[in-house]
C-alpha cells in the first residue's frame, strides 16, 4: 500500500534519520530535495518507484549535479525506503534503467560539477532562427523551444502535453500541466504564456499544430528518419537533444546546454527584467521560492553595488 503520510512527514531535519552530514555519504538534506521536487510533481516520495528515480536523476544531472552527488542523493532515497521496510528504488525489478541513467551520468560528467547555462531571450532568438523552413521538424523543433521557455516547462511537462492542454486566448495561451494520476480532481496548473512580438510561442505552436493536422493526443509528436509523423510523442531525452543541437547550430559550446536550459532562460530573462519573485513563481510554479531567489540575486548582483562610487 502506498505511504499516505504528508509531505511534511518527510521535511528535515528529521530526529533519528541516522543520516551522516559527511561529505560522500547520504544526508536527510539529500532527501528533502527528492521530497520537495516529488511535490512540485505531485509525485509521492515513499514508496518511490526506479522510474520516478530515474526521472529526477536526469533532472539533478541536467541542473549540472556531480555524479558524486547524485549518487548520494539516491542513496538517501534508498536509506528511507529500508527504514520503512520498502525496498529501495535501485533494488526494484525494474530498476535496469535506473541504473543505466546512473551509470551514463558517470560517464558523461567525468566527475566534474558543471552547471548547464540557461536559454535567455538573445539565446532562444538565435536557436529559433537555426531550424529554417516550413517543413515538418522545423515547425515543431521551433514551437518545442518556443514553449519550452515561454511555460518554463520541465521537459517532463513539455513531452506530456496533450492538444486538449492547451487553450489560444486574445493575449496568447493557458496551458494546463500536471494533470497526473496524483492529481486526484485532474485539473494541474494554469500557465499563461504571452504571444509577445519576439519569441512569439503561440505562432510558433499554430504553425506546428496545423501542419501536423492532428487534434487530440500528444502535442509534440516523434517524427520518422523521413519527418513523417507518428503517435508516440517526443521522449524527454528528445528535448534534451533538441536544445543541445539548437546551441551547436549557432555557434555555443552544447555541453553547456540541456533540456532544463529552456526553463531557466524564462527563470534567468525576467528576472534580469526586474519580475517579482511571485509572478516568476506563477509560471515556474515552485512550491517555494528558494531556487527563484537565486536568479533573482544573480540578476542584481551589479544593481546598488557596494563599489558603486569607488571603483
Known amino acids: ?3 499516505k503520510a504528508s509531505i511534511h ?10 543520516l551522516s552530514t559527511v561529505s560522500g555519504k547520504p544526508t536527510a538534506a539529500d532527501w ?17 518507484s526506479a522510474e520516478l528515480v530515474r526521472r ?20 538517501a532515497i534508498g536509506h528511507y525506503h529500508r527504514a520503512e521496510n520498502l525496498v529501495a528504488p535501485t533494488a526494484q525489478p525494474d530498476a535496469g534503467r535506473l541504473r543505466e541513467t546512473m551509470a551514463g551520468v558517470r560517464n558523461s560528467h567525468g566527475g566534474k560539477k558543471t552547471r548547464k547555462r540557461a536559454a535567455d531571450a538573445n539565446i532562444l532568438e538565435a536557436m529559433l532562427g537555426a531550424f529554417p523552413g516550413d517543413g515538418l521538424r ?12 515561454a511555460a518554463a ?17 486574445a493575449e496568447g495561451l493557458r496551458v494546463i500541466i500536471g494533470r497526473s494520476k496524483t492529481d486526484q480532481e485532474q485539473e ?22 496545423a501542419a501536423a493536422g492532428h487534434n487530440n493526443g500528444l502535442l509534440f509528436r516523434r517524427l520518422t528518419r523521413g519527418d513523417e509523423l507518428t503517435p508516440e510523442g517526443m521522449s524527454d531525452r528528445a528535448v534534451a537533444r533538441l536544445v543541445q543541437a539548437a546551441a551547436r547550430k549557432v555557434g555555443l559550446d552544447e555541453r553547456q546546454f ?17 519580475a517579482t519573485i511571485f509572478k516568476m513563481q506563477e509560471v515556474s510554479r515552485h512550491k517555494t521560492v528558494q531556487i527563484l531567489s537565486e536568479y533573482v540575486r544573480s540578476a542584481e548582483r551589479f544593481k546598488d553595488h557596494a563599489g558603486r562610487g569607488f571603483l
Open 1 to 3: 500500500m502506498p505511504f
Open 9 to 18: 512527514h518527510f521535511e528535515v531535519p528529521l530526529e533519528g534519520a541516522a
Open 32 to 48: 528533502a530535495i527528492f521530497t520537495t521536487w516529488c511535490a512540485e510533481r505531485s509525485e509521492c516520495p515513499l514508496p518511490a
Open 56 to 75: 529526477f536523476v536526469a533532472w539533478e544531472a541536467d541542473r549540472g549535479r556531480s555524479p558524486a552527488t547524485i549518487e548520494r542523493r539516491v542513496a
Open 138 to 149: 522545423a515547425l515543431r523543433d521551433r514551437a518545442v523551444l518556443a514553449i519550452g521557455m
Open 153 to 169: 516547462l520541465r521537459r517532463s511537462e513539455l513531452v506530456a502535453l496533450t492538444v486538449s492542454d492547451v487553450e489560444l486566448v
Open 188 to 209: 494541474g496548473a494554469e500557465v499563461a504564456v504571452l504571444e509577445g512580438s519576439r519569441l512569439r510561442p503561440k505562432a510558433h505552436l499554430l504553425a506546428w499544430m
Open 258 to 274: 540541456a533540456g532544463h536550459s529552456l526553463r531557466a532562460g524564462f527563470l534567468t530573462e525576467s528576472a534580469a527584467r526586474g
